[in-house]
Nanobody, 115 residues
Framework: QVQLVESGGGLVQAGGSLRLSCAAS????????MGWYRQAPGKQRELVAT???????NYADSVKGRFTISRGNAKNTVYLQMNSLKPEDTAAYYC?????????WGQGTQVTVSP
């Protein structure tokens, strides 16, 4: 089993920055992919960014050039640096890992960007 704890959400003005963190515990050796998804009210959950064990990254087109995903040295933490935030980035952000053949979700952290 893998457990996830997220932190770093909050309220920021447009153009500002936030950094999200997600720490995994438990059977972290089994993790092959870590990432972030988001869900705005009335919309489906969507991919934001992922990073694999070989540090290959994947980003949604809407965040390319503004967001950066990275993993900590111990590989059990994933970060999402969000710059040049826009009101349309407002959503609940969920940490995601793939481990032991299944996806695991964090509890979510709210990001609100005011105009």
């Amino acid at each position: 089993q893998v457990q996830l704890v997220e932190s770093g959400g909050g309220l920021v003005q447009a153009g500002g920055s936030l950094r999200l963190s997600c720490a995994a515990s438990g059977m972290i050796f089994s993790i092959t992919l870590m990432g972030w998804y988001r869900q705005a009210p009335g919309k489906q959950r969507e991919l934001v960014a992922t990073v694999g064990n070989n540090d290959n990254t994947n980003y949604a087109d809407s965040v390319k050039g503004r967001f950066t995903i990275s993993r900590g040295n111990a590989k059990n933490t994933v970060y999402l640096q969000m710059n040049s935030l826009k009101p349309e980035d407002t959503a609940a952000y969920y940490c995601y890992v793939y481990a032991l053949g299944r996806g695991v979700w964090g509890q979510g952290t709210q990001v609100t960007v005011s105009p």
